[in-house]
């Protein structure tokens, strides 16, 4: 079965306030594991998160999505967010779940966007943890319909 991926219902306010410039805003991603359990109606910062990922090579508040961009599909009526693969080298990790956040560099003031559930834990012993991206037609980062 493929990861799902879920929008916090505070990016979905604050996409029509204007409050997260997707393109231009730091954006960025940490893992979580499977002891994390989301909540879209009630988290809206990353100071909201628990069990954030702790291990060789991953450092505390994960890393910029680099390479962003949108594609808009008006055939599905849907928007994509894709960008660069994530890599963590060098690391022993286990996650469940992608955090999608804009960085202010305070967790208290970082907007969440979004979470992928693994749908199993996914290991690194020693080795790179990465994040392959689905193309935007397969849903990118982040869809929004």
């Known amino acids: 079965m493929p990861a799902t991926g879920v929008v916090f219902n505070s990016y979905k306010a604050n996409a029509l306030k204007a409050e997260v410039a997707i393109l231009t805003d730091t954006i960025k991603v940490a893992l979580c ?20 990922v702790v291990g ?46 804009k960085s202010t560099g305070t967790p208290a003031t970082s907007s969440l966007i979004g979470y992928i559930d693994l749908e199993s834990n996914r290991t ?11 193309t935007p037609a397969q849903g990118g980062v982040l869809r929004l319909s």
């Open 56 to 101: 060789a090579g991953y450092t505390a508040g994960g890393v910029t999505l680099a390479g962003k961009t949108v594609t808009i599909d008006t055939a599905t009526d849907r928007a994509y967010l894709d960008a660069t693969d994530v890599t963590w080298a060098a690391s022993t990790l286990t996650a469940r779940y992608i955090i999608i956040y």
């Open 124 to 134: 690194s012993s020693s080795d790179t943890f990465f994040i392959t991206w689905p």
């Open 33 to 52: 594991t499977s002891s994390f359990t989301p909540n879209i109606d009630t988290m809206a910062f990353f100071s909201d998160i628990t069990n954030e």
